[in-house]
Each structure stands twice: as C-alpha cells, then as structure tokens.
C-alpha cells in the first residue's frame, strides 16, 4: 500500500520545474569493482580511491554534482553482492542507505558483461520502491569479450531508463545525466524466493544478450590465467616481490633517502636552518627546540620528509599499480590454506596486503570479510604483524643495507608470530571462519591518470597523518630530554631494553617513540644505525619488536572504533608482551648462535 | 525447474569431482547452514548457471556465466552440475 501512495504523489509532482526542500540525493548502488567510484568521481569532480578489486569502498561518500540545471547529492556506497539474506557488513551500509530517506533517486551500476548478475541485484533493489536508473559500465570490455546487449528491449522490458557507459573515459556521462530525470520505479515481478530472480534474471538476460565465442582480451585472459597457476603463479609472485624490494627497498630506502637525508637536508636544509637559527635566534632554548639533538627541523622534519618519505611514495606508487592491475585477489588462491589455520580465509589476504600500505586504512577493510571472528582475527594481525609502508621504509633503509640475511630474518620472524598468534587467536576465539567465495577480478593495465592521481592524494594523506605526529613527537622528546624525563626512561626501560633485548641503552625512548607511530621510532632507529651505534643484530631485533608493536595512536583509534575499547585494549595487552617477547627470544636466539649479518 | 533437475539427475556431479576443463550447468546449490546458499546465488552460482572449471589446484577456480570465482573444495562439494566433458 505504502508503494502504491508513494507512486502517486509522484505522478502529481511536475516533471519540469523541480522544487525541492534539499537537492536530489541520488544513491549509487551496484555489486563491487563495477566503478561506482568511478562514476561518483565523474559526476562530482570528488577523486574516491578506485582499485580494480571488491571492496575499495568499505564506506559511503557523498559529494554534490550539477545535473542540468538542478543541483543533486550524490552518495557513493560499498559494493553489494546481495542485499537480503546473509550480508556482510559493508553490505548492509548499503542496504541502510538504500532504506533510509537519504536516497530519493537509484542509480544501479553494472558491469555489463555480467547482466545475469546485475538483473540480480536490479530485482533487489526494485523492493525498495525508489525511481533507478541502470547504468551498464564497461560496455567497451563487454564488447572486446564478445557480448552485446539489446538495451531496447531490456528497457522496455524492466521500463527504466538504462546507459550505456565506460565511465573511465567518460563515455555515457551526458546519458546518464538525462536519464537521471526520467528515473522510474523498475518493473520487475514480485519474486517469493532469491532462486526464484535468479530465474527470472537468466531468462531476461537469455532474451536480450548475445555472447560470441570471440573474445579480443586475450591477452588479458593469458595474464589471469598465468598469474592463478601455482606453476606460473608463484614465479610471478616472486618476481613481483624482487621488483618492490629494487623499486622500494633500494631505489626508494637508499638512493633517494640518501639524496635527500645526506644531500638536501644534511647538505643544504639543517646547515642553513642552524646558520639562520644562530644568526637570528637569541634564545638558546628556541634555537634548540628548532635545530637542536631533538629539533623540530633538525630531527622531525629530516625524519618525515627525508627517510620515511621517499619510501613511501615509491610504495604508494607500485602498491597503486598492483591494486588497478586486479593482481592482489589472486593472491588469495595460494593463501587460502595457510590463512584457514588461522581461523581465517584466503579473502583475507585483502586486508592484509593493504596494510602494507596503511593499517589503520586496512583495519577499516576488514568489513569484507564474512564473520565477527574473522575480523577480529584480522584486525589482531594486522596491527601485530603487517609492517605499513611508512614503517617498511625504515626496514628496508637499515636491514637492506646491513644484508639480505637480516631482512629475510626479520620477515620470517615477524610471519611466524604472526601465524603462531593467529593459529591461537582461531583456537581460542568463539565463533565460525566464512567459506572462502571470491570473485576475482579481470586483469587490466592500470590507467596513468588514475594512478597518479590516487599515489598523490595517498602522500598528501601521509604528509598531513604523519608529519603533524614526527613533529609532535620531536616537541614532546624534547620536553622530556630538558626535564631530564629521557634519562629516567632510560633507566627504567634498561633491564628489558639492555637485559632482555640487548639493545643500547638508548634505544629506550626510541621504543617509547614507537608508541606513537612505529615508523618514528624505527626511523630514531635509522639514525641510530646509521651513526654506527646498532650491530646487525641490534637493529634485527629493534625492528622486529617495532615492527610487532601496535602500529600507531590513529591504527589503535580505528580499532576502537571499529570492534570497541574492550577489544582495543585487549588487542594492545597482548601485542606489547608478544612484541618484547619475541624481540627477548630472538636476540637470546641469535646470540646463542652466534649470529653476525 | 524440478523436472530439469530429475532429467539429469544420472549424471549430476558436484564441482570438486571435476576436471579442470570441464563445462556444465549447475542443477543444485546445496543448502547450507551458514548462508553459503545465498552467497553463491549472489554471485551468480544458480541452477541453470553455466560453469567451466578453470583449475584445480591449490584451490577451485570457476568461471560462471562472465564471473571468475575462487572457492575452497568444501564449497565446491556443495554445488552440483550437469557435466559435459571438454572436448578441447
């Protein structure tokens, strides 16, 4: 009844002059990696990170877009396999907007070589009773493979204006903008049962597809094939590996940390910010909060901008290429076993890689996986083990530089307490692991623009999150050392640090630092390193309790957020013991053995 | 659908009996507890869905209808198809 009324004061309302009490709020909708976000950013001007796997938008955006002559809010949501039945969580922030009033107008966008699936989806989102429009994206890759859709007569059928579109060069946008005032409310049979639209949707599809057996993407089909067989698979794992170690590990940690640290900043910024200093600052405390052992320039700035930087923008720069090329999922296929032990399944290799590029992001993504204990087991190792790319710089500048040996250790170390905790955490937590389903991806070459427009946004994130905390750090050691605070952490850090760890004594505060962002304290270790006062297997053992501990303030606020204080906390009372632990272990080990890198 | 499912019911066989190569059209989703049903219907693995096994190993890797899935063999125990061996 409520639909029908609904209906009717539409019919009243005129077509032409639209009087609103708020603009037209459009809500995107559609299954994952169909290009939501990429629709939203064409529509808005508002860049939304794209990747070309499921599930890069784990929450909704909203932006404002001119259509016409009318101004519309748009709503960009997660992707939606189902939104009835067993969803997950970022599904239902779907379904949430899609029930709520926020939504006046649906626009479903689809991949057009999967129509059956879409039609799917367009049988859903029919129940709820909303004026659509259906959008079939990538009509070009549809094309190359073969298939072509009657749009006549699916419009006639489900009488919706339906676009065709390949929203990545913009082709179908102007379409879309016109249709969007004809939007009308889907006519799709009531279905009892999900099985029974699945019929109903592979007989419309039946009727208005064709599929040649000629694909033009044959390319791209012989590198998704190559990269899932173990045979060719793994070599090409491997070789991915090597490529980030050369392109991050010694490109971006040594001959570009060396060009800014030795060359800009050693050369030319500290000299000239200390001749300044001296020259026109009086005050000897000023001079040294600025310039001093634990300047803000001297020691925050060369620290962020000189050693954390290079590398991270190398990473964002690779990490964006794996993530467009739809590489990672595979993944998956080789890990799924390894990942059951832990309670976990192979899609869990999503948020683990993206950690690599910034755990508190990841912990976010953990909303793709299927269970309560699945999350929770993922946000545990995420914030244990998964090194971010700010932090693996700083490996990578002072273990590449010591020996391979040092770096392979400290991975195989870290991965094992990794595994260890994990296989626990799964015997121990209550709770069931989901079927490994994954849908992956079509291998695509990576779009320039894209690319470089997602590493530039991702370092500005990195220099507006990171910076702001080096610095405030750096003021607050600074403190600490004038109150004589760093002595006394010193002393009281010694029996582990010196005892249990056999670091030097000063290695305390750096510990302490690594509290607050561990990147900052491994890049105190960085310098330590590199002024000859860590041994080899000083700086494996440093790193590898770093590389354990809870990665940052923000990583430890997202966990809240995301699981609650209880858990957060938890999370932290059994990392930090695990992190000294191992670090106690490892150093007694190496020693024992007489270990040298 | 029920008499399509009875015609075939010979030679139904789930996909982790299959070889790689192997194409078909799925008869059956077995229910199971935990909504691995729906799941699968969500991304297309219904009856009169067709399939073709693209490997095997280390996991099951289906290609269904446009869609490339990944699934583990307990999922693959699960999902029953009507199989033409490939003459490729």
Known sequence: MSCHVVHERQAERPRTLTLRAHPLRVALVGQP????????????????????????????????????????????????????????????????????????VVVQVADARNLRRALMLTGQVAAFAKPMVLVLNMIDEAFARGISIDVAALEAELQIPIVEMVAVEGRGLPELRDALARAARPHVPAHPSASDRAVWAHHLTERVRRVSTLSLAYVQEALARATRRPVTGLPILAVVLYALYLFVGVFGAQTLVKLLEDGVFGG??????????????????????????????????????????????????????????????????????????????????????????????????????????ERLIAILLLALGIPCSAQLATIMGILGGISFTALATL??????????????????????????????????????????????????????????????????????????ALVWISAAGRPVVTGLLGLPASTSQILVMGFLRRDYGAAGLFQLAHSGQLSGVQAVVALTVMTLFVPCVANFLMMVRERGLKTGLVILGVITPVAIFTGAGLNYVLRAFGVQF | MSSVHLAFSSDRRPVSALREGTRGVVVEVRAHAEGRTDRLLALGVTPGASIIVLQTFPGIVLLCDQTELAIERQVADAIFVRSQESRS
């Open chain 1, 33 to 104: 990696n169909v290009g939501k976000s990429v629709v939203f950013g064409r529509l808005t001007g508002r860049y939304v990170t794209v990747s070309n796997y499921p599930g890069t938008t784990v929450a909704i955006t909203k932006g404002r877009a001119l259509v016409g002559a009318e101004v519309c809010d748009l709503i960009d949501t997660p992707g939606v396999n189902a939104l009835e039945g067993t969803i997950s969580e970022d599904e239902r922030i779907t379904r949430d907007v899609l029930q709520s009033a926020d939504a006046d």
């Open chain 1, 268 to 373: 030319y910024v500290n000299p000239a910010s200390v001749w300044l200093a001296d020259r026109f600052i009086p005050v000897p405390f000023i001079r040294d909060f600025l310039v001093g052992q634990y300047g803000l320039i001297t020691m925050g700035l060369t620290y962020s901008i000189a050693i954390v930087l290079p590398v991270v923008a190398t990473f964002f720069l690779i990490f964006g290429f794996l993530e467009d090329s739809g590489y990672i999922p595979r993944l998956a296929i080789f890990c799924d076993r390894i990942f059951r032990a832990m309670g976990l399944n192979g899609k869990a290799v999503l948020p683990m890689v993206l950690g690599l590029g910034c755990d508190t992001m990841a912990t976010m993504t953990t909303r793709i996986l299927g269970t309560p204990k």
């Open chain 1, 411 to 484: 991975f195989a170390v870290v991965l094992g307490q990794m595994f260890i905790v994990g296989w626990l955490a799964a015997r121990v937590l209550q709770g069931e692991r989901s079927d490994f389903i994954l849908e992956l991806p079509p291998i695509r070459w990576p779009r320039l623009g894209n690319l470089l427009t997602k590493t530039r946004l991702r370092v500005w994130w990195y220099l507006g999150e990171a910076v702001p905390l080096f610095l405030v750090g750096t003021a607050l050691l600074f403190v600490l050392d004038r109150i004589g």
